[in-house]
């Protein structure tokens, strides 16, 4: 599947997705018990990708955030709880009017501000002190593109998760997105450390086992915050 191709079918997923999405966060009552058991597991390491990273970016030197893949907003209002400049971006609009009404309920709209669109396509004229990237990777052919634009748009850290490519998760995620059409890349943790080296990050990185997922800390200036 060719890379354009690829983006449309993920936005089409996730626009269809999107009604049913928070269900991962605990809104479980309508799902059979298998998918009940599926959404618990899924939560547990989205839960502490998400507190590990505002943990990271409560440091008061990261005014501004770019939320890449940013999905129903979850992220970029916390961003913005902390009193951070945000911009998200993603190729869903269902996704985005999710985080619409969730950034107008918590009154956060003046810190948030929403692109639609393919990250690699889109040129932002400014840069951000950090990044995240939560959920994004395991809809990227080739993370290296995407990895060496942040070089041009961060200036501090970023964050980002990778999927991994074992275990039972693993595999049920690869039956359900293939029947569902949507394209998904899971990774083994030297495929995340060699796509971080290609993108020259070699010595400034730190990944992290998860569980489900590897989560990766890099610090531009090679100074990684523990």
Known sequence: MKARESTRAVGRFFDAYAANFDAIYGHTKRRHALGRWIDRAFRQVMVR????????????????????????????????????????????????????????????????????????????????DAACLMGFFDYVEDPVPVLKKLTAEVTGAFYASFPKSKGFLARQRRVRYRLRGCPLWLYAKRDVEDALIASGFAGLYEIRDFGRDWYAVVQMQGNLKR
Not at 54 to 60: A, G, N, W
Not at 83 to 94: L, M, N, Q, R, S
């Open 49 to 128: 990708r998400f507190e590990e990273t505002l943990r990271q970016t409560q440091d008061p030197a990261i005014r501004s955030v770019l939320d890449v893949g940013c999905g129903s907003g979850r992220y970029a209002v916390a961003f913005a709880q902390q009193k951070k400049e945000v911009v998200g971006i993603d190729i869903a609009a269902g996704m985005l009017e999710i985080a619409r009404d969730s950034i107008a309920s918590l009154h956060v709209a003046s810190r948030v501000e929403l692109v639609l669109g393919d990250y690699l396509a889109v040129r932002f004229d400014r840069t951000f």
